[in-house]
């Protein structure tokens, strides 16, 4: 029964399409996307956006907190409105590609982004890579004839061009992909003409908006001897943005879905897509990647791995990776939180996400009291600091003097399959400025989800089976070969 399911599925995605989806210019397709951290000394300086090194620590913390305040509010809009179908199973295994992920912007649904080119011939842009969007979409433009915005004008933007591109093609208003497949994206539901374009639009509760028309062109991924062609690969046509970082050109969607950059190239190399986030503090020669296919870790075997069953499916209808946990614990002691916290869908769990584009880790009132009350007795002899205020996150913060790990108690994450995520103390008691660190938590309203940010995530392994709706990790250093 499951062959039968898979190969139905591999049919129609195959045919839905238009044939064959990627091109390889060589045997062995390995292709790496270097992520970075939008705090990253290669961005440079960039006065007046928070791309580049903060100021100080401080000024970074604060970057971050405002970032995933905006963040949390465009989950919670996500979470409210139905989305479509998911994946299903398949056993074929293909060749991987790999990103390097280099940067983050303060959107509200990206951390990371990556460096790939699109169209023929094939142009360099940046795309911020988050795993809650599903729509990819580039910042674009036709010729320009005399009456250019001041954003067209400037020589520092990149814009998509698809007049130019020998393989664009655009999606139709009428066409049955228009009015089946992104149904939930358009920005209306009649055709204003039959032969015009399908039109969308996007929000987010910071303030960006995007909108614009669907089109398929190729997406070109480069390696040092090597690449790979990605063809008709959805994405929209954004003629119109606002409150989007100027030196980012568009989002990357990683999130739940067939139409999703996740949906669509993940499907090629064997239903999986992977990152391992190295510590914001590396040194800029090391660094992060994303992953379509399965993946070797250099000098590591990760025979450590876990899994546990991700929330993907018909019934649930959000773009985010949701996750069952039981509870959460302290050296070892469950921590007393009600069950009913861990249950996004009463019954079926999935109260807590895996999230690319929130940095700080956020728990909901019952489970984050339990934590800090939890917390609190190792750090209370050491001198507060109070740098926000009541009421702005992180709340608990103190002077470094005589710290060391060793008094802080090991927290784990327990999956109600019997996996447990153990992070390393330094992530979620996180550095503010040379003398201060903070307890790395947000407290979010009950009801809510849960959220696992990318710096609880740092040096793990994270794999996504989209077919199997498996979640695998592990600890790693994040070096690939």
Known sequence: MERTISLIFLIWFVLLNGGFLFEVDALKAKVKLKMIHRHSPELGDHPGSTLGPPLNSKERLKQLVHSDNAR????????????????????????????????????????????????????????????????????????????????????????????????????????SYCTTNLMPYRSFENCPASDGPCKYERGYLDGTKVSGYFGNDTVTIRMSNQKVKLVNITIGCATETAHFPERLDGLLGLGVELISFAGQAGMQFGGKFSYCLVDHFSPTNVVSYLVFGGVK?????????????????????????????????????????????????????????????????????????????????????????????EGILPRHCFKTKGFNETLIPRLAIHFADGAKFVPPVKSYVIDEAGDTKCLGFMKLNWPDVSIIGNILQQNHYWEFDLFYQKLKFAPSSCTFD
Not at 75 to 95: A, F, G, V, W
Not at 301 to 327: A, D, K
Not at 370 to 383: A, N, T
């Open 72 to 175: 949390i509010q465009t989950i919670r809009q996500r979470l409210i409105r139905p989305e479509r179908k998911t994946y299903e199973e398949t056993s074929e295994k293909i060749d991987l590609i790999e990103l390097p992920m280099r940067s983050a912007a303060d959107l509200g649904s990206g951390q990371y982004f990556i460096s790939m080119r699109i169209g023929t011939p094939p142009k360099k842009f940046l795309m911020l890579a988050d795993t809650g969007s599903v729509v990819t979409w580039i910042k674009c433009k036709h010729q320009c004839a005399g009456n250019c915005s001041k954003e067209e004008e400037s020589q520092d933007v990149r814009f998509y061009q698809p007049n130019e591109s020998r393989t664009f093609q655009s999606v139709q208003c009428s066409s």
């Open 297 to 389: 870790v250099k000098g590591e075997e990760l025979s450590n791995m876990q899994e546990t069953s991700m929330i993907i499916g018909e019934w649930f209808w959000s773009t985010h990776y949701h996750l069952n946990v039981s509870g959460i614990s302290l050296d070892g002691k469950m921590l007393d939180i009600p069950a009913y916290v861990w249950n996004y869908v009463p019954h079926k769990g999935g109260g807590v996400i895996l999230d690319s584009g929130t940095s700080l880790t956020g728990l909901v009132a019952p489970a984050y009291d339990k934590v800090v009350e939890g917390l609190l007795p190792s750090i209370s002899k050491f001198e507060p600091v109070n740098i926000y205020g």
